[in-house]
Each structure stands twice: as C-alpha cells, then as structure tokens.
C-alpha cells in the first residue's frame, strides 16, 4: 500500500449490528496528524457501500456526532458508511487561537491563504482529495457520495457539494451558517484566513455558491430549529432562501418550531437527512 494511504485504527466499538471505528493518519495536506471516524454498517461486509461524509460545527471534533447525534442506526438501515473527519488540522505545531471561532475546532472548511494560517488550515483541499482518497483506498465503499453537516459544517457541507457536485452526489445541512460573509463568527474567519478582499470569500460562502450555482440542478435538505440561540445573528437561514430562488438549487428548509441549535436538535432529525441521502446514492 502506498504510505500516504495508510491508516491506523484506534478504537473499534460494536454498534447497531456494524462497527464504529476511529482511525488516525498523517496528512501531507495539512501537515499534522488527523483523526477521523468510520461507521461500517454490516452490509459492507458483504458489499461495498455508498458513503456519507458529516461535517461538524465549530469546537467540534470527530468525536461530536458518532457519539451524540445517532445517525448510526440510520446508516445500518440504509447501508451507508459514515466518515466523520475533524473540524481543522490539531497538533502542537498548528497554529491556534485562544478563542472558540478561530483556530482548532474552526477550520471553516476552507484553504486558508494568510500566514500562519495557511501553512497547515487546507481543510477544502482535504475532503475534496486526500480524504475521500483514504476512504476509497481502504473501506469497502463505492463512489457514491453524500455530505451533511452542522452549522459551521452546514455552510462546509453547501459549500464542498455545490464546488465540486463530481465529487458529492447529494447534500443536506442542520442549522446551517447559511452565509459566513455576512455574520460575526463568519466574518472573524474569513478576515483571519483569507484577509481583506471580500471577493476571495465568495468561495466559501453558501448563499454566494446557491445563487450563482450554474451546473446539474441540486436538491438540498435543510432543517432549522426555530428556538436556536444563534439563528438572528449567526445563521440567518432566510438568506439562503432568498439565494435559492430562481437558481438551480431545489432547496428544501424547513423551520422546527422549539428546537435550539444543539445535538437533541440533531438526533431528532438525522434519520431525515440520511434518508435524504440514501434516496439519491443508492436511486
């Protein structure tokens, strides 16, 4: 096997008739050691499966949602391997920040291009190649893709699905931050990671890529809880519907009254999205 598709497993636990696995490998993308999280449901014993990747929001880690949001039982029903990378490349040696929206636990899912940020924080780069590639080289999956993802990772999720629909098959986002280039957490990334020149932000923002989407036509699933403490001022939700109309993104949001933006909120709806997905990587 080639060196860099090397893996190395860390923990196995037994779940929902499959395995929930974590594994670790050195990234030359990012330049640190990376973990990131594999449900096998037990179909992928017998044949290869399609594959959904879950992006989880900031102070997250791979940690967050095979332990909280449930979406394993799900995945066992459908036949879907799960793959639940980190939320930024760690280590002593990456660069950090104090706070809880910069830094570890916030990679925003981008290519950092200011110093020091750029040396290591290429997390678009990662699961648009070098991931995906491990996953193929070294689970029982097909080509089939799918991504979802939470807040920080909902924007990550809209916005690696619509740059590269070769890539993802199908997309759906909880609680998405529907805009970055238009809200507080998102604004303090972009500024530290890519610097001044808004125009360089469009890349990575949601609502940019959905009103401007140019290719196949896209179905998206989005569910926001309508008690979300950050839904005002953070999420913004009504931005991405506005982008929507007249594009060629079917979206789909649906408003759930009293829930807030955390993981009971996540494992209510979960089943929904991977559902979503199953329709369209095993259709």
Known sequence: MDERMHV?????????????????????????????????????????????????????????????AGAQRHCEDHGIVLVCPDTSPRGPGVPDDPADDLGQGAGFYLNATQLPWSRNYRMFDYLTAEL???????????????????????????????????????????????????????????????????EAWRRYDACELVASHAGPAIAVLVDQGTDDGFLTKQLKPELLEAAAKGSRVSLELRRQPGYDHGYYFISTFIGDHV???????RG
């Open 132 to 198: 995906p590639q491990l996953v193929q080289g070294n689970f029982p999956v097909t080509e089939a893709r799918g991504i979802c993802g939470h807040s920080m990772g909902g924007n990550g999720a809209l916005v690696l699905a619509l740059s590269r629909p070769d890539l993802f098959r199908s997309v759906s986002a909880l609680a998405p931050i529907a805009s970055p280039m238009h809200c507080p957490w998102g604004e303090k990334a972009f500024k530290a990671y890519l610097g001044e020149d808004r």
């Open 8 to 68: 190395e497993r860390v923990s196995r636990s037994r779940c929902f008739g499959g395995h929930q696995d974590v594994y670790e490998h050195d990234s030359p993308t990012l330049g640190c050691q990376m973990r990131f999280a594999v449900y096998l449901p037990s179909r992928s014993q017998r044949e290869p499966c399609p594959v959904l990747y879950f992006l989880s929001g900031l102070t997250c880690s791979e940690q967050n949602a095979i332990t909280k």
């Open 275 to 281: 559902a979503h997905h199953a329709r369209m990587l």
